[in-house]
T-cell receptor
């Protein structure tokens, strides 16, 4: 079974704090993704990585950064959390083929007060 | 650019009713199409997929056919159960790059006994 683990299920932070969300996979997949999920908007891609130390912006990268120092680990960083970053954050992994499935972690529900 | 449009929810049905959730897409090239399901409190999991025109994906009694002529991938099930209550996402993946998924906004389905 594919396993994608996210560091926290629920997180509460204050405005201005630096927040780290971590994603770990055990499948040796090249690609890793961070999405945020908001009601009525579906999932929107924040950043993705196709190799160690490689990263590309997704559709909504503003206010976020990422780090991938090891193949199995992909971190999402909120440099200075704001209330509009309250959301569900989902990590996913995948192979490079067009028909290949992306596998998702359980999600982290982040609340910024 | 690529986009996915799903029928708006929420959708409420009685057990054993017939289900259709509409999904249409706009994409360049020849995308792969996916349906993901999110049960309460969980991450997304793949329900079914189709990688070329006229392919039919099926799983757990759900089916969807890749219709290139109508750019559609509607999800159907002949007899729904209470356990099918979840949020359903249609998505596409187009060729090239790191294989990003583009999602629809999601459709919340509730099945009443």
């Amino acid at each position: 079974d594919v396993k994608v683990t996210q560091s926290s299920r629920y997180l509460v932070k204050r405005t201005g704090e630096k927040v780290f969300l971590e994603c770990v996979q055990d499948m040796d997949h090249e690609n890793m993704f961070w999405y945020r999920q908001d009601p009525g908007l579906g999932l929107r891609l924040i950043y993705f990585s196709y190799d160690v130390k490689m990263k590309e912006k997704g559709d909504i990268p503003e206010g976020y950064s990422v780090s991938r120092e090891k193949k199995e680990r992909f971190s999402l960083i909120l440099e200075s959390a704001s209330t509009n970053q309250t959301s569900m954050y989902l990590c996913a992994i995948g192979l490079a083929g067009n028909g290949d499935t992306q596998y998702f972690g359980p999600g982290t529900r982040l609340t910024v007060l | 650019g690529n986009s996915v449009t799903q029928m708006e929810g929420p959708v409420t049905l009685s057990e054993e009713a017939f289900l259709t959730i509409n999904c249409t897409y706009t994409a360049t090239g020849y995308p792969s199409l996916f349906w993901y399901v999110q049960y309460p409190g969980e991450g997304l999991q793949l329900l079914l997929k189709a990688t070329k025109a006229d392919d039919k994906g099926s799983n757990k009694g759900f089916e969807a056919t890749y219709r290139k002529e109508t750019t559609s991938f509607h999800l159907e099930k002949g007899s729904v159960q209470v356990s099918d209550s979840a949020v359903y996402f249609c998505a596409l993946k187009s060729g090239g790059g790191a294989q990003k998924l583009v999602f629809g906004q999601g459709t919340r389905l509730t099945i009443n006994p």
